[in-house]
């Protein structure tokens, strides 16, 4: 596919992370573009046909555009505008009061994008994801990737929708409309590689983290996961079971964690403690 040639000219900078920037089109409101850092280009291209695939199943999504390109040769994506949205971590932070009640929507949120059910044969199954990460990470031990590659095989397949990066500033809303954003690694299978990310935001993270991050104190997180969890699982479910058997997939983050830090995350790694004492 190639890409539609844009002046920067025409953009304003409204935000950025880890792979590149946000700009808002001045002429425009509603159109946003995504721009990554230079040298990446097959990336967005990637992640604009998976956006569209995701987009096309009824996914609640913004509408992906065009593939562009700008002067100085990086490579975005243009998107339809949410106005006046907020995502589930800003609204949390900034009104802590209503903890529970954006707990609950965002929990709901996740049961029907986890009960969705995919063409297992155009996405990627999460389980290769993650041996593909386990491969290649340098830091764990042989012996130790053969524990976590035991326990990635070990559970079950769900034919079923995974985000893919589930933080609950990957969740937006404005009136009655709910989104998710950011599904670049949008893929299928079992619901608690997800839910191993919101767990690991809401308590696993530093407090300076999820200030920075998440906008709000630590504190008011892990209040998030403990309205998030009964909802999600079900009330009947002790927290302390719950959170035993999500903790693993949480843990199993540190793959993606240390690949982009490249060095290793003991404090993260903590999680994966029953898994990696399991006898061989």
């Given amino acids: ?30 159109v946003m573009l995504k721009l990554y850092f230079p040298g990446k280009i097959q990336q967005p291209l990637d992640e604009m046909n998976l956006a569209r695939k995701v ?17 100085d040769g990086r490579y975005g994506i243009r998107f339809k505008r949410i106005l006046g949205k907020k995502s589930y971590s800003r609204a949390t932070g900034d009104n802590p009061e209503k903890v529970a009640q954006y707990a609950s929507e965002f929990a709901q949120m996740c049961r029907q994008l986890h009960s969705t059910h995919v ?53 937006i809303f404005v009136g009655e409309e709910r989104y998710f954003i950011d599904l670049g690694d949008f893929c299928w299978g079992n619901h608690l590689f997800d839910i191993g990310m919101v767990y690991l935001c809401c308590y696993l993270s530093g407090e300076d983290f999820i200030s920075e991050t998440f906008h709000m ?5 892990m209040k998030f996961w403990d309205y998030f969890a009964p909802v999600y699982f079900g009330k009947g479910i002790p927290l302390k079971e719950i959170e035993e058997l999500v903790r693993p997939y949480a843990g199993l983050k540190t793959l993606i964690i240390e690949r982009d830090t490249k060095c290793p995350m003991p404090e993260f790694r903590a999680a994966l403690s029953s898994v990696l004492t399991l006898s061989a």
Avoid at 55 to 71: K, L, N
Avoid at 217 to 221: L, T
């Fill in 1 to 30: 596919m190639e890409a539609i040639r844009i002046s920067l000219d025409d953009y304003v900078l409204s935000g950025g992370g880890a792979n590149g920037e946000s700009y808002d089109c001045k002429a425009d409101p509603t």
């Fill in 55 to 71: 987009y096309d199943m009824g996914i609640p999504t913004p509408e992906p555009g065009e593939y562009v390109v700008t002067e």
């Fill in 119 to 171: 063409d297992t044969t155009v996405f990627e199954n999460v389980k290769d994801r993650y041996f593909r990460l386990l491969s290649e990470n340098p830091f764990f031990s042989t012996a130790e990737k053969d524990k976590l590659a035991r326990f990635i095989v070990d559970t079950p397949d769900e034919d079923t929708a995974i985000h893919g990066d589930l933080q609950y500033s990957n969740a």
């Fill in 217 to 221: 104190p630590k504190s008011v997180a």
